[in-house]
């Protein structure tokens, strides 16, 4: 699978972006698909996730109710709409595919998108 992810960008505190990973490859709907983070001088951080079917989607508490993870299995692509950003959210947002075991730990993810670069100003 190779992933593609689009949409960051700069945007002020308060502001909302919609981030994209666009898939191809292997079958997209097979892959639990998730979206990590890295902020300068920080470890990569889980951010949000959902699996493959009956859509079920889990969020750091940094994130719940601020972000919103789908998916659309016809265009093989993943959204991570974020809302009400905070100059904390600044890093690079990386998109991955896995089999949906230990969706919150970065290792359970076979592929990786080159991540794309979310500035937050205040």
């Known amino acids: 699978v190779q992933l593609q992810a689009s949409g960051g960008g700069l945007v002020q505190a308060g502001g909302s972006l919609r981030l994209s990973c666009a898939a191809s490859?292997?079958?997209?709907?097979?892959?639990?698909m998730g979206w990590f983070r890295q902020a300068p001088g920080k470890e990569r951080e889980f951010v949000a996730a959902i699996n493959w079917s009956r859509p079920k989607t889990w969020y750091a508490d940094s994130v719940k109710g601020r972000g919103t993870i789908s998916r659309d299995n016809a265009k093989n692509t993943v959204y991570l709409e974020m809302n009400i950003l905070k100059p904390e959210d600044t890093a690079v947002y990386y998109c991955a595919a896995g089999p949906g075991v230990g969706i919150r730990y970065e290792n359970e993810y076979n592929y990786w998108g080159q991540g794309t670069l979310v500035t937050v100003s205040s």
């Open positions: 490859g292997r079958t997209f709907s097979n892959y639990a």
